[in-house]
């Protein structure tokens, strides 16, 4: 007995996503133009509910890797969950119906110093974060937040946080090159502060000592916000 989940979502991005997710661990396969994923820790399940729950907790890594490397969107989601028998014949259970879209972008082309190009799928980078994040736990973490299905003002905050935390402090990420000084002070004077933001802050009053500091004047804007920290994740994943 074997498990597969079948997908729903873009079959552009399903498509070039099971041509790099090819590893035990997490692989989209391609069956009759429709699409599963498979992975080694379905063996461990016993029933669907814990293939559910599996599969859930690898989309997220990939949603996450998707949500950095293709664009905004709703997230790839699970449209029921097949048991293979022995015999080869197929059970379905869990029915979702969910639909998924994202922004596809085109292949990165490389010149390299012998003058050739070289091409890069978008979906080989996806693979990429998913094959880093089986050694590392930050990555993993930045991955599920991203791939998570609210892409807020809390998850861009959380994200700078544990990379900041990884490298041991923003003077890392200064010293790398990876952003500025301004642009930090420009982001957590956005996303902190309630005078800014008002709910969507990350403290319901201003921090301690801080009270009588004035709010910034120049805040970040979301979308300003959200390439302030890709542009940070993408340099600390290095790819």
């Known amino acids: ?65 998707c949500m950095l490397f293709l664009g905004g969107g709703m997230p790839i989601q699970i449209n029921n969950v097949v048991r293979v028998n022995d015999d080869g014949t197929r059970s379905n259970y869990a029915t979702f119906n969910v639909g998924t879209r994202f922004v596809v972008r085109a292949p990165i082309l490389v010149l ?17 974060a998913l094959k880093a994040a089986e050694s590392k736990e930050s990555i993993a973490k930045v991955l599920c937040l991203l791939g998570s299905n609210t892409y807020d003002w809390r998850i861009l905050r959380n ?16 010293k790398n090159g990876w952003t500025t000084q301004e642009a930090i002070e420009r982001f957590l004077g956005t ?10 802050a990350l403290h319901g009053v201003p921090q301690r000592g801080k009270t009588n500091k004035k709010p910034i004047t120049n805040p970040m804007s979301f979308n300003e916000a959200k390439s302030f920290v890709e ?9």
């Open 1 to 65: 007995m074997d498990w597969l989940v079948k997908l729903t979502g873009d079959n552009y991005i399903l498509d070039e996503l099971s041509k790099s997710l090819i590893t035990p661990e997490s692989s989209i396969i391609k069956d009759n133009q429709e699409y599963f994923l498979k992975s080694i820790e379905f063996k461990k399940a016993l029933d669907e509910g814990a293939v559910t729950k599996s599969a859930n907790e690898i989309l997220l890594r990939i949603n996450g890797g």
């Open 112 to 128: 390299k110093s012998d003058g050739t190009v070289l091409e890069i799928r978008v979906a080989d980078l996806v693979q990429s």
């Open 159 to 174: 994200v700078y946080e544990i990379i900041k935390d990884d490298v041991l402090g923003p003077e890392q990420i200064k």
């Open 191 to 200: 996303v902190n502060d309630p005078r800014v933001l008002d709910k969507e």
């Open 231 to 239: 542009g940070i994740i993408h340099a600390w994943l290095g790819f």
